[in-house]
C-alpha cells in the first residue's frame, strides 16, 4: 500500500474527540512550510465505528497507508472493542516502534525492570500491547488538556511537539525553533516577497537592454522573471487575505509595491499577452483582497481596471475562450464590489454579462466541467441579488437552475469534492428561500441534506476551515427552521454546535473579521433561543456580546452595509432582551439606535428590499413601545410610514403570499388606536384589510390554526364596531 498518511490518531470518541482534534491541528501545523497548507497529513477517523461499523475496511485502509500511529489512551479506549482492534492490526502489520502513545487520562508508567508498562486492573491500556515493546515507547502525558485542548496554548504545543518531531525525524527544539522561524516568515513575507518583486523587475528590464547582445539568455531570463513575478503576486494578494489584522495602511504599500513592480516589467514588452494576462490577474486579486480588507473604494478601482484591460484583450482577439472567461471572472468580482456598496442594479448588470459569455463558453464546450461550474456560480449571485430585491419565485428559479449543474458535475466526482463541495452551498441557499416563504418541510429538507453533505466533506480535510466553517453555517440555517417552527430547544441546540464551531475558527485567527462576525451573529441567535427559553438573563449577555463585537468590527469598516446590517439585527433583539427584564428606558434606546441604523442602510440602497423592510419592522416596533407608554399619534405616525413599506415590497412580489403578515400586523395596530380614538370609519377599514388577508393567509396555509383564529378575532373587532351607537366617544 502506499503510504498517504504519515499518522493515524487512535483514540475513544466518547471522550477524547476534542483532544484529538486539537492534537492533529498541532500536529499537522508543526515543521509546515509557508508554501503549503500542512506540513504533515494525520488521519483521524471522526465517525464512531459502533454506530457505523461498516466503515471498518475504509479505517483498515487508512490505518495500512499511515506510517505512525498515535494512541490516546484512556480507561475509555482501553475498554473500546475497536480501538482495540486498531491497536491489533497495527501490531500485525507494523513495527511497534511506529506506535507513539498519549495518556489522556488514568495512571500509566514504565517498569524498567519488567521492561514493560505496569500493569494494573486500572492501566489504560489495551491488553493487545501487554508485552510488545523492547523499550519504553514515546509516550505523552496529555491528562491536563482532556477537558480544553487549545492547539494554540504554549504547553500544549509543546507536548504535540514530542509527536511531530518523532514525524518529523528532527529534535524536538529544532523544529519548535522552525516553527518560530515560520511564524516570522508568515508575517514578513509580503514585504520581502515585494522586494524581490522590485529586484526581479529590475532585472528584467536590465534583461531587455542587454537584448541586443545576448537576446537567447534575456528572453529565458525575461521569461523566467515573469513566472516569478506571476507566482509571487498570487502569495502576496491571496495570503494577505488571512494576515491577522493587517492595517489598512500596510496593505496599500504592499499591493502598491507589487502593482508598481509589474507595471514596471509590463513597460518592456507593453504588447507581450502573457504581461497582459498578468496584470489583469493581479488586479483582479487585488481587487478581492481588498474587498476582503472592507477597502470597498480601492476594491472598485483595481476591479474596473481589470475590467479595462480584459475587455481590451477579448476584443483584440474574440476567438480566444480563455481571454473570453478571464473577462467574465473579473465581471463577476466587479459585482462583487458593486454588492457590497450597495449598488445592486450595477451588481446585477455585471453578474449578467458575466452569465452570458459564461453560457455560450458552456455551450461550445461542454466537455470542460469548469464552465458548466461558471454558469452555476453566476446563477448563484443573480439569484442573491433578486432575493434581496423581493424577487423569491425569480431567485429560486436560478438556485434550482444551478443546482441541476452542481448536481449533475458531482456525479463525476473521485472522491475529492472537486464538484460536490458546491452542492451544499446552493442547497443552503434555496433552504433559506423556502423558509421564508412558508414552505417550513421543503426548507428542512434542503437543510438536513447541506448539512450532512457539509459533515462530510469537513470530515475528509479537518484542517480546511472554510469546510468547518460551512458546517456552522448549515447549523444555523437548521435552528432557524426549528426556532420558526417552535422548537426553541432544538434551535438553541443546532445555535450552541454552531457558536462553538465559529468560536474555535475565530480563536485561530482573532483578526479575521469574517470569523468574529459569524460569532457575533451566533450568539445573538443563541440570545434569541435562550429568551423563547425563559433565560432572559442569558438571552441579554448574549445579545450585548454580539453587540460588542458587531460595533467594534464596523469601527473599522464604517460603511460596511453588512456589518450596518448585522448591528440592526442585533439591537433589535437586545430591545426585546431589555423589555423581557422590565428595563423599558434600555430597551427604547436600542430601538432607537436600530431605527437609525436601518434608515442608514436602505438610504445606500433604496432597491434593496431587505434593508427596506428592516426600517419598517424597527419603525412597527418603536411603535408598539410609543403605544404602551400613551403615545398614541407618535405610534400612529410610525405605524402609517411602516405600512407603506410593507404595501411597496408585497406589490413588488404579488405572488410571495409570505409578504403579507407584515401588513396584516400593522393595520390591527392601526385599528387599534383610531377605534381608541372614536374613528371608527377609520378602524373598520383597516380591520377589514386585515380580516381580508388573514383569510388569504388560512386559504394558503390550512394547517395554520393562528389564521383560523385572527379571522375570528378580527371579525368580532368589527362587529364590535357595528353594534356601538353613533355618538361613542374615546375608548
Request: some cysteine; hydrophobic content about 40%; charged content about 30%.
Given at each position: 500500500m502506499p503510504v498517504v498518511y504519515d499518522a493515524f490518531i487512535s483514540y475513544s470518541h466518547a471522550k477524547d474527540k476534542p483532544i484529538a482534534a486539537a492534537l492533529q491541528a498541532v500536529i499537522q501545523k508543526l515543521g509546515k512550510p509557508w508554501y503549503r497548507r500542512r506540513g504533515l497529513r494525520v488521519f483521524r477517523d471522526d465517525t464512531s465505528l459502533s454506530a457505523t461499523p461498516h466503515l471498518w475496511p475504509s479505517i483498515e485502509q487508512a490505518l495500512s497507508q499511515s506510517r505512525y500511529l498515535i494512541l490516546l489512551t484512556s480507561p475509555e479506549a482501553a475498554a473500546s472493542p475497536w480501538v482495540g482492534k486498531e491497536i491489533e492490526y497495527w501490531l500485525k502489520n507494523k513495527s511497534p516502534d511506529t506506535l507513539f502513545i498519549g495518556c489522556t487520562d488514568g495512571d500509566l508508567s514504565w517498569d524498567n525492570a519488567a521492561g514493560d508498562f505496569k500493569w494494573t486492573g486500572d492501566t489504560p491500556l489495551t491488553e493487545a500491547l501487554r508485552g510488545k515493546f523492547a523499550a519504553e515507547p514515546k509516550w505523552v502525558d496529555l491528562r491536563a488538556f482532556r477537558d480544553g485542548a487549545d492547539p494554540r496554548n504554549a504547553r500544549f504545543i509543546e507536548l504535540g511537539a514530542d509527536f511531530a518531531a518523532a514525524i518529523h525525524g528532527l529534535p524536538k527544539e529544532d523544529l519548535l525553533s522552525q516553527e518560530v522561524r515560520q511564524q516570522r516568515r508568515a508575517l514578513t513575507l509580503a514585504v520581502s516577497a515585494a522586494v524581490l518583486l522590485f529586484v526581479l523587475a529590475i532585472g528584467a528590464v536590465t534583461a531587455g537592454i542587454v537584448a541586443r547582445y545576448q537576446q537567447e539568455r534575456a528572453e529565458r531570463n525575461f521569461a523566467a522573471a515573469k513566472d516569478t513575478v506571476n507566482g509571487l503576486i498570487?502569495?502576496?494578494?491571496?495570503?494577505?487575505?488571512?494576515?491577522?489584522?493587517?492595517?489598512?495602511?500596510?496593505?496599500?504599500?504592499?499591493?502598491?509595491?507589487?502593482?508598481?513592480?509589474?507595471?514596471?516589467?509590463?513597460?518592456?514588452?507593453?504588447?507581450?499577452?502573457?504581461?497582459?494576462?498578468?496584470?489583469?490577474?493581479?488586479?483582479?486579486?487585488?481587487?478581492?483582497?481588498?474587498?476582503?480588507?472592507?477597502?470597498?473604494?480601492?476594491?472598485?478601482?483595481?476591479?474596473?481596471?481589470?475590467?479595462?484591460?480584459?475587455?481590451?484583450?477579448?476584443?483584440?482577439?474574440?476567438?480566444?475562450?480563455?481571454?473570453?472567461?478571464?473577462?467574465?471572472?473579473?465581471?463577476?468580482?466587479?459585482?462583487?464590489?458593486?454588492?457590497?456598496?450597495?449598488?445592486?442594479?450595477?451588481?446585477?448588470?455585471?453578474?449578467?454579462?458575466?452569465?452570458?459569455?459564461?453560457?455560450?463558453?458552456?455551450?461550445?464546450?461542454?466537455?470542460?466541467?469548469?464552465?458548466?461550474?461558471?454558469?452555476?456560480?453566476?446563477?448563484?449571485?443573480?439569484?442573491?441579488?433578486?432575493?434581496?430585491?423581493?424577487?423569491?419565485?425569480?431567485?429560486?428559479?436560478?438556485?434550482?437552475?444551478?443546482?441541476?449543474?452542481?448536481?449533475?458535475?458531482?456525479?463525476?466526482?473521485?472522491?475529492?469534492?472537486?464538484?460536490?463541495?458546491?452542492?451544499?452551498?446552493?442547497?443552503?441557499?434555496?433552504?433559506?428561500?423556502?423558509?421564508?416563504?412558508?414552505?417550513?418541510?421543503?426548507?428542512?429538507?434542503?437543510?438536513?441534506?447541506?448539512?450532512?453533505?457539509?459533515?462530510?466533506?469537513?470530515?475528509?480535510?479537518?484542517?480546511?476551515?472554510?469546510?468547518r466553517r460551512a458546517v456552522a453555517l448549515s447549523l444555523e440555517r437548521i435552528g432557524h427552521l426549528k426556532l420558526q417552527s417552535d422548537d426553541a430547544q432544538g434551535a438553541l441546540q443546532a445555535f450552541e454546535e454552531s457558536l462553538e464551531m465559529r468560536r474555535r475558527l475565530a480563536r485561530i485567527d482573532p483578526g479575521n473579521t469574517t470569523w468574529q462576525r459569524d460569532v457575533a451573529a451566533m450568539s445573538s441567535l443563541v440570545g434569541q433561543a435562550k429568551q423563547a427559553l425563559g433565560d432572559n438573563d442569558a438571552a441579554l449577555a448574549a445579545q450585548e456580546e454580539a453587540l460588542q463585537i458587531t460595533r467594534r468590527l464596523a469601527e473599522r469598516d464604517p460603511n460596511n452595509s453588512i456589518l450596518l446590517e448585522d448591528i440592526a439585527i442585533t439591537l433589535d433583539?437586545?430591545?426585546?432582551?431589555?423589555?423581557?427584564?422590565?428595563?423599558?428606558?434600555?430597551?427604547?434606546?436600542?430601538?432607537?439606535?436600530?431605527?437609525?441604523?436601518?434608515?442608514?442602510?436602505?438610504?445606500?440602497?433604496?432597491?434593496?428590499?431587505?434593508?427596506?423592510?428592516?426600517?419598517?419592522?424597527?419603525?412597527?416596533?418603536?411603535?408598539?413601545?410609543?403605544?404602551?407608554?400613551?403615545?398614541?399619534?407618535?405610534?400612529?405616525?410610525?405605524?402609517?410610514?411602516?405600512?407603506?413599506?410593507?404595501?411597496?415590497?408585497?406589490?413588488?412580489?404579488?405572488?410571495n403570499i409570505m409578504r403579507q403578515p407584515d401588513i396584516n400586523v400593522v393595520l390591527q395596530k392601526i385599528g387599534a388606536i383610531k377605534l381608541g380614538a372614536g374613528d371608527r370609519d377609520g378602524a373598520r377599514a383597516a380591520y377589514q384589510e386585515a380580516l381580508e388577508i388573514a383569510r388569504k393567509m388560512a386559504k394558503a396555509l390550512p394547517e395554520k390554526d393562528v389564521w383560523r383564529e385572527d379571522i375570528a378575532t378580527t371579525r368580532g373587532k368589527i362587529d364590535e364596531i357595528e353594534r356601538m351607537p353613533d355618538d361613542t366617544a374615546e375608548r
Open positions: 498570487f502569495q502576496i494578494a491571496q495570503g494577505l487575505r488571512d494576515v491577522e489584522g493587517i492595517r489598512v495602511e500596510s496593505l496599500d504599500k504592499i499591493l502598491g509595491q507589487a502593482r508598481s513592480t509589474v507595471e514596471r516589467l509590463t513597460e518592456t514588452d507593453p504588447d507581450n499577452p502573457e504581461l497582459v494576462r498578468s496584470k489583469i490577474a493581479m488586479l483582479d486579486e487585488f481587487a478581492q483582497t481588498y474587498l476582503a480588507a472592507g477597502n470597498l473604494e480601492a476594491a472598485q478601482k483595481n476591479a474596473e481596471a481589470a475590467l479595462a484591460i480584459a475587455r481590451r484583450a477579448v476584443s483584440e482577439d474574440p476567438s480566444d475562450k480563455h481571454a473570453k472567461r478571464r473577462l467574465s471572472v473579473v465581471l463577476v468580482h466587479v459585482g462583487d464590489v458593486k454588492r457590497d456598496m450597495g449598488n445592486s442594479a450595477a451588481a446585477l448588470e455585471a453578474y449578467q454579462e458575466s452569465l452570458d459569455i459564461r453560457e455560450a463558453l458552456a455551450e461550445g464546450n461542454p466537455d470542460t466541467p469548469q464552465f458548466q461550474l461558471d454558469v452555476g456560480v453566476n446563477l448563484e449571485r443573480i439569484g442573491d441579488l433578486k432575493t434581496q430585491a423581493g424577487d423569491t419565485k425569480g431567485a429560486l428559479g436560478v438556485y434550482e437552475e444551478s443546482l441541476a449543474i452542481r448536481r449533475r458535475l458531482a456525479q463525476d466526482d473521485t472522491g475529492a469534492f472537486e464538484w460536490g463541495r458546491h452542492v451544499p452551498v446552493t442547497l443552503g441557499k434555496i433552504c433559506d428561500l423556502k423558509r421564508d416563504t412558508g414552505d417550513a418541510k421543503s426548507a428542512l429538507e434542503a437543510c438536513d441534506e447541506a448539512l450532512a453533505l457539509d459533515r462530510r466533506i469537513a470530515a475528509s480535510d479537518e484542517s480546511n476551515t472554510e469546510w433583539r437586545l430591545g426585546y432582551a431589555k423589555i423581557t427584564l422590565g428595563d423599558v428606558s434600555g430597551a427604547r434606546e436600542a430601538w432607537d439606535a436600530r431605527v437609525k441604523v436601518a434608515r442608514s442602510l436602505s438610504s445606500l440602497d433604496p432597491g434593496n428590499l431587505v434593508w427596506q423592510r428592516g426600517v419598517a419592522l424597527a419603525l412597527n416596533t418603536m411603535g408598539t413601545l410609543q403605544q404602551a407608554g400613551g403615545d398614541k399619534a407618535g405610534a400612529l405616525a410610525v405605524y402609517k410610514e411602516s405600512l407603506e413599506i410593507f404595501r411597496k415590497i408585497a406589490a413588488a412580489d404579488p405572488n
